[in-house]
């Protein structure tokens, strides 16, 4: 008996044999035998395998532009469909899969996308089984990657924008430092051509502009708050904001703005449910309203600091907006 006529089928595998063109069961685990000249056969590993959808531009529901790409994990439960239904499993698995990725996300929004990848995920991995189930290939996970955001939404999504368009500097970050540059940066939906700033860091603040006493500035930033609180305003942020101010004494003061009823409040003190808490020091906050220091670089060397939902902290940019510096 020939060598080639017995073959030794490893647990997770199985040979798939066409005798005279019909295909038969398959065949493994252990010592099988193939007819020479009249069996042809193809082994198939029915172990789990791994593949990347490299990143694709993707238009969403709400005009954005983003970037996704998806790590996918499947594994071949019927041997036979996976031979006889397709020629090249591998490609036309991949082709598939980056399909129905694009059309999922092309239905969803920018902020969808960003808050809802792990469900998104779920879901599109039971949308590529219903195409691949045909072939004898089951998808086990789908894990989607956002690599950036290329094009903001329209302007009636302004409130699901995470990362403004073409900001020089901001296309390598990812999540929250995304969400608060836009918070922050003041851009519009639509995008507007950034202008060339300069950040000064504390102690160029304090040789260049130094602080008036804590409680004086404060005072004068409410006052500014107070004469631009509004229904209109609570409609549109809905949501309470503590500050902790550590002044240069080394005390740390706590102010509040609540925008959740009626025309909304501020003040001195501390609420006890705050939807956002930001600390930072006095010198920072003046800069922030000044414009002379990019609170993305603050929030990334630890000088701003966010406790709560950073998309909510994004509402406050409504207000920032309103209020003209001291």
Known sequence: MCDNCIQTVPNYER?????????????????????PLIDQWQRVDLRTRAFNIPPCRVT????????????????IWNPVMSVVAVQDLNASTRLTAQNAMTQALGKKSVREIQTERVKLGEYLGMDIN??????????????LTLESVLRAPDESYSESLILPPSVPGLEGLTGPIQQLAMHFLG??????????????FTDELSTEAPVTE???VIEELLAAVRLVLSEGLVRQVGACFQFHISTSTGQTRSYYV??????????????????????????????MFQGSLRPITAYSSGRLRVQGDLNTAMKL??????????
């Open 15 to 35: 040979i798939v044999v066409f005798r005279l063109g019909r295909v038969r069961p398959p065949k493994g685990p252990g010592v099988v035998l193939v007819l």
């Open 60 to 75: 969403t529901k709400d005009g954005g532009l983003v970037s996704v790409g998806a790590d996918i994990q499947f594994r």
């Open 187 to 200: 851009q519009s939906a639509a995008g507007s051509p950034p202008t060339k700033d300069t950040v000064l």
């Open 130 to 143: 219903d195409l691949t189930k045909p072939w004898g290939l089951e998808v086990d996970r789908v894990e």
């Open 214 to 216: 804590s409680s004086s």
């Open 317 to 326: 940019d409504a207000l920032v907006k309103l209020i003209k510096p001291p």
């Open 258 to 287: 609540d925008l959740t009823r009626n025309s909304g409040t501020c003040g001195a003190g501390e609420v006890m449910q705050p939807d956002v808490s930001l600390s930072m020091s006095e010198q920072d906050m003046l800069a």
